[in-house]
């Protein structure tokens, strides 16, 4: 059933947007929060030898396999320990040198106690995320991160919504600026990431290119017979004529036709080759090399280092890797 609005939408979009706008409200509210207690949670997990363990029950242990996951991901190895599993031997998981990271909304969450009171015998840094600074939780932490005082977008104002969405970006937070702190890059994202769509926009040049004896190349001097047998035989549609070791020109299928009226047999390769190729590093991103190929419309690239020919990629190889 839905009712009418006064811009004359549906009680359901209309209400589905005053949850989105309350959140994104208690996000900014949440963002003007952050300040000393978030540098110093930053500083504890930063200056963890170990791992961070992130915990919390409920819904809020939703949240915390997310955190651990992001954190895992860019970089701050991280995993998830359940609380009631913690009370029943998985307190062993979490030792000296770690950090914990503990959700509880109310921040009296019965489930926790045990992983607080682990943490506090054994010295290991505890950051609580709650909403209340005078919970137990709070209280026990060496860092609390306190959520600003916002409602839940239920309209009871019980089901948790708004706070596991601060929970949630306040992980994020964390887990990003440890990021920017450690100085993580786009190859130790690749490291991490290495299948599905992520690991396929991380493939550089050099994952892909054909490499070694696989490479055409013939020096300027080679007759249109030999380049020809060449390109043949790595049937990649071109050969790169190479002097001193130096890539200084390329043979495709297109300088072919542009000379087969010109005697094409009796010619070397310099004279037939396209000079000074558009030519890619090995460290290029692979969806990088694709976009030159297509602005360029051309089915090869040649990979270089320093001048010299180390491989060749190919339009339908990055097709197939899914490069897009």
Not at 14 to 32: C, D, N, T, Y
């Amino acid at each position: 059933m839905t009712i009418d609005v006064p811009d004359g939408t549906s009680a359901d979009i209309a209400f589905g947007r005053r949850v989105l706008k309350a959140e994104a409200a208690a996000l900014e509210a949440l963002s003007e929060s952050l300040g000393d207690d978030f540098v110093a949670a930053i500083k504890a997990l930063a200056g963890a030898t170990g791992r961070v363990v992130v915990s919390g029950m409920g819904k809020s242990g939703h949240i915390a396999r997310k955190i651990a996951a992001t954190m895992a991901s860019t970089g701050t190895p991280a995993f998830f320990v359940h609380p009631g599993e913690a009370s029943h031997g998985d307190l062993g998981m979490i030792m000296p040198g770690d950090a914990v990271v503990a959700l509880s909304n109310s921040g009296e969450t019965p489930e926790l106690g045990d992983i607080v009171a682990y943490a506090r015998r054994f010295e290991i840094p505890l950051i609580g995320i709650t909403s209340r600074a005078n919970s137990t939780l709070a209280l026990a932490s060496d860092v609390a991160l306190i959520l600003p005082p916002v409602p839940e977008a239920c309209p009871m104002g019980l089901a948790p919504t708004t706070s596991t969405t601060l929970m949630l970006a306040l992980g994020d937070a964390l887990a990003v600026a440890l990021l920017e702190r450690k100085g993580f890059t786009a190859a130790d994202f690749k490291v991490f990431h290495p299948g599905g769509k992520l690991g396929q926009r991380l493939l550089k040049a050099a994952d892909l290119m054909h490499g070694g004896d696989s490479v055409p190349l013939v020096a300027p001097d080679s007759g249109m017979t030999e380049a020809l047998l060449v390109m043949t035989q790595k049937r990649l549609g071109c050969a790169g004529v190479v002097e001193n070791n130096r890539l200084i020109g390329i043979i495709t299928d297109g300088d072919l036709r542009r000379h087969i009226q010109d005697d094409l047999l009796s010619q070397h390769a310099r004279a037939v080759m396209t000079a000074n190729p558009k030519t890619v590093p090995p460290s290029m991103l692979a969806a990088e090399a694709l976009r030159i190929m297509n602005a360029k419309a051309i089915t090869t690239l040649f990979v270089v280092d320093d001048g010299r020919p180390v491989g060749v990629l190919h339009v339908h190889d990055l097709l197939r890797s899914g490069v897009a």
